[in-house]
């Protein structure tokens, strides 16, 4: 019996250190997942930046003033101021048969800046230019101030007819009483010849501006 447990024994450990000596198996580790290839995005071209353009420089619109309608000029070399009411139309008639302009202007000068003197005539201009001559033949000037009848006359009268118009200038010497009372008019009516036609409010202020430039 006790040598069968020593066999026994014997056979035990001789087995032992070869069990001992044998390698453990490992363990295999899990395998990683393979994670997909990440798509990589073409770079983004950057463009160069655009030049700055300097402002345009925005000039403001020229205001083309009004003509005035009574210009005051002074001669320093003369020491002579001249005082003149610009051509106001008075009489337009488009049609081609008998289409006419009529235009009024007044003229006066005094000596220096200032007027000292009252003035003694003043001049009365009317400039007609029309398809043919409209006052050759009658060019008398009689003006209704508020109903008031002022007669100036015959005038000067002077025409010229040319292929294709006509025109006329007829010069008038207007006394300064005469004037006054067409100036302070609320009314003013007027022929010359044969036309008549009445002055409008811009008109009528214009002759008071023109006569309050040529009084001391």
Sequence with gaps: MKNILAITLLTFLLLVPSFAQTPSRKVA????????AKIVEPKKVVEPA???EPA??????????????????????KDT?????????????ALLSTGEDLSL??????DGKKPTLMPDDING????????????????????ADDERIRLGDGVYKGEEGAVRAAEVIIYSISLANLKKIASAKKVETQ?????????????????????????
């Excluded at 580790?29 to 997909?36: D, H, Q, W």
């Excluded at 202007?105 to 005094?110: A, G, H, Q, T």
């Design 29 to 36: 580790e899990p395998k990683k997942k393979v994670e997909p």
């Design 50 to 52: 655009k030049a700055i």
């Design 56 to 77: 345009k420089v925005v000039e403001p619109e020229k205001v083309v003033e009004p003509k005035k309608a009574v210009e005051v000029k002074y001669d320093k070399f």
């Design 81 to 93: 101021t001249s005082v003149t009411l610009t051509l106001q139309l008075i009489k337009k008639v």
């Design 105 to 110: 202007s007044l003229v006066s000068s005094f």
């Design 125 to 144: 201009f009317f400039l007609s230019v029309s398809k043919k001559k409209q006052y050759s033949n009658s060019h008398s000037w009689i003006v209704l």
């Design 192 to 216: 010359i010849g044969n036309a008549e036609f009445t002055l409008t409010e811009p008109q009528l202020q214009s002759l008071k501006d023109f006569y309050k430039q040529i009084i001391p």
